[in-house]
């Protein structure tokens, strides 16, 4: 009887065990969070990450739209710079934001600061971003992608999404880049310093959360 008894409390300890072990396995399962972003049309193998504050900014050279080359160490030289990452001239969202920044750079250049904005799409493409939003400081065409993966914010595009942009927006992505992939920034903000030290940034791949003109002015180096 003693035997059957010792026997019945480790199999309720063992059945014990098993709930509690399904209990902490559950709990880490709100972690998925990266899956959730397959809905900001993020895939599932791409995990953007940013640059962190404190970072050296990436050595780059860029083409710029009159054919001539420029580097990134070269335009944080002299001054500040705020580098921020857009999708496209056919992103509503882009275009209010850029539309705000255009309205009130003067508000930061006046700090002795220089805006550039980088985006995937053409130059071409860059011209119909100008004319919709009136923005008038530099825009750098990435369709190579080499800065947007030298800062991080790179992503390739799922089908679904793509398809999403194409019925609604009537846009390509790959066509409006000139790739034959479609890749998207998170539309993040980063400040450089004049050392070329990342002293500010603003990443959410929510492409709905963008950094606010006070929020710039607020980090500005003194």
Same mark, same amino acid.
């Given at each position: 009887?003693?035997?059957?008894?010792?026997?019945?409390?480790?199999?309720?300890?063992?059945? +014990?065990?098993?709930?509690?072990?399904? =209990?902490? &396995?559950?709990? *880490?399962?709100?972690?998925?969070?990266? %899956?959730?972003? /397959? #809905?900001?049309?993020?895939?599932?193998?791409?995990?953007?990450?940013?640059?962190?504050?404190?970072?050296?900014?990436?050595?780059?050279?860029?083409?710029?739209?009159?054919?001539?080359?420029?580097?990134?160490?070269?335009?944080?030289?002299?001054?500040?710079?705020?580098?921020?990452?857009?999708?496209?001239?056919?992103?509503?969202?882009?275009?209010?934001?850029?539309?705000?920044?255009?309205?009130?750079?003067? +508000?930061?250049?006046?700090?002795?600061? =220089?805006? &550039?904005?980088? *985006?995937?799409?053409?130059?071409?493409? %860059?011209?119909? /971003? #100008?004319?919709?939003?009136?923005?008038?400081?530099?825009?750098?065409?990435?369709?190579?992608?080499?800065?947007?993966?030298?800062?991080?914010?790179?992503?390739?595009?799922?089908?679904?999404?793509?398809?999403?942009?194409?019925?609604?927006?009537?846009?390509?992505?790959?066509?409006?880049?000139?790739?034959?992939?479609?890749?998207?920034?998170?539309?993040?903000?980063?400040?450089?310093?004049?050392?070329?030290?990342?002293?500010?940034?603003?990443?959410?791949?929510?492409?709905?959360?963008?950094?606010?003109?006070?929020?710039?002015?607020?980090?500005?180096?003194?």
């Amino acid at each position: 009887m003693k035997k059957l008894f010792f026997l019945a409390i480790a199999a309720s300890l063992s059945l +014990t065990a098993c709930k509690n072990e399904t =209990k902490s &396995v559950s709990k *880490t399962e709100p972690a998925v969070a990266i %899956v959730d972003n /397959t #809905k900001l049309g993020i895939d599932i193998n791409s995990n953007p990450q940013g640059l962190a504050v404190g970072s050296q900014a990436p050595d780059l050279t860029f083409t710029l739209a009159d054919g001539t080359s420029e580097t990134l160490a070269n335009l944080y030289k002299d001054q500040p710079i705020v580098v921020f990452f857009y999708r496209g001239y056919w992103c509503p969202v882009c275009n209010k934001h850029l539309s705000a920044l255009a309205k009130q750079a003067e +508000t930061i250049e006046v700090k002795g600061v =220089k805006l &550039v904005a980088i *985006t995937p799409e053409t130059y071409e493409n %860059v011209e119909k /971003t #100008k004319k919709q939003t009136g923005a008038h400081f530099t825009i750098i065409s990435d369709t190579n992608n080499a800065a947007l993966k030298a800062f991080g914010v790179d992503f390739k595009v799922t089908d679904k999404y793509q398809k999403m942009i194409q019925d609604h927006l009537n846009a390509s992505i790959k066509e409006t880049n000139g790739a034959t992939d479609a890749v998207l920034p998170v539309p993040a903000t980063y400040i450089i310093d004049t050392t070329g030290e990342i002293v500010y940034r603003q990443f959410n791949p929510d492409y709905k959360d963008r950094a606010s003109v006070d929020d710039i002015l607020a980090h500005l180096p003194k």
